[in-house]
């Protein structure tokens, strides 16, 4: 029996070394010193030894016990005392680098704040739209020719035609019809285009629609429009040429160029050496729309104009290729 002593001490004294948290110890209490455990069944055979063998056997029973007690003891203090670390306060820390706005998002909350300080209300308008928002509206019946200048991405549904919009004017009835007269309101938001990406396309892009409607509107307010816009949005006076056009639901329709700022007008290979850059489509708009938004067209009248946010933002920038604002590549994010 003084083996099997010999033989439980030395195993608690083996396995004290894999004991790594208070689970582990807890298993080792368990096995070597609890009610059922080996220390116990040794002490039950002791019991019922004669009074010589017992009292031989009793003592060194109880000098393993007390060691096996003390490996116990040792290990509960050293995995409940918590570990000093020294730290040096004047260390400096790792330093944490903070998110910002894309620099779309920057770009539109520049061109709100622009034209909110010459009178524009902001609007936002929903991206899923009804065939009749996006063209019938705006003077482009099933038939007209003019559908043709978009490819649109169309969405299943049983009960209306709906599709993902392809401009912003696509909200200028449902406004027109929500809002008092005189107005004067922007409409930034994402469109899409089922068209081939390259440097210059994209088939989801982000567009500025101008609308204003009062008894007075005119062209010569919406040209002194631009150059407030342009000024402020660049930096500095630029040149504007406005140039007769077509759009369904303007008439007249213009085009809009400015002064190429990266030649400063002397001719690039960005503007083809014309000195000028296309950067906008607007007009007054055509009575039929604002008939469709119950609006009396003798006495009100309106002008409309439309942007590509990404286009201003890489003229400014000189940002050659489209597909880097929606990339995600940090590199190029982090220069904004």
Known sequence: MKEELESILKEAQEVKDNIKNLQDLENFRIKFLGKKGLLKNILEK??????NEKKELGAYFNFVKEEIENIYEE??????????????????GKKIEKGHLHILS????????IF??????????????????????L???KDHPSRDMWDTLWIKSEKEKLLLRTHTSAHQVEILKNRNL???VIIPGKVYRHEATDSRHEMQFHQLEGLAVGESCNLQELKGVFYIFFEEFFGKKLDIVFRTSYFPFTEPSLEVDIECILCNGK???????????????????????????????????????GLGIERLVMLKYNIPDVRLFHSGDLRFIKQF
């Not at 920057?106 to 704040?113: E, F, G, P």
């Not at 083809?272 to 009396?296: C, N, R, T, W």
């Open 46 to 51: 002791i019991v019922n030894l004669p009074e």
């Open 75 to 92: 290990l509960k203090r050293k995995l409940e005392s918590k570990p000093f670390i020294k730290f040096d306060l004047h260390h400096p």
């Open 106 to 113: 920057q770009a539109i909350d520049r061109i709100v704040n």
């Open 116 to 137: 909110s300080k010459i009178g524009f209300d902001l609007e936002l308008g929903k991206e899923i739209v009804t065939e009749y928002e996006n063209f019938d509206s």
């Open 139 to 141: 003077n482009m019946p």
């Open 182 to 184: 005189p107005l004067k």
């Open 267 to 305: 001719g690039c290979e960005v503007c083809k050496y014309s000195g000028y850059l296309e950067i906008a489509g607007a007009g007054m708009i055509h009575p039929f729309v604002l008939k469709q938004a119950l609006i009396d067209t003798n006495k009100y009248y309106g002008y409309a104009f």
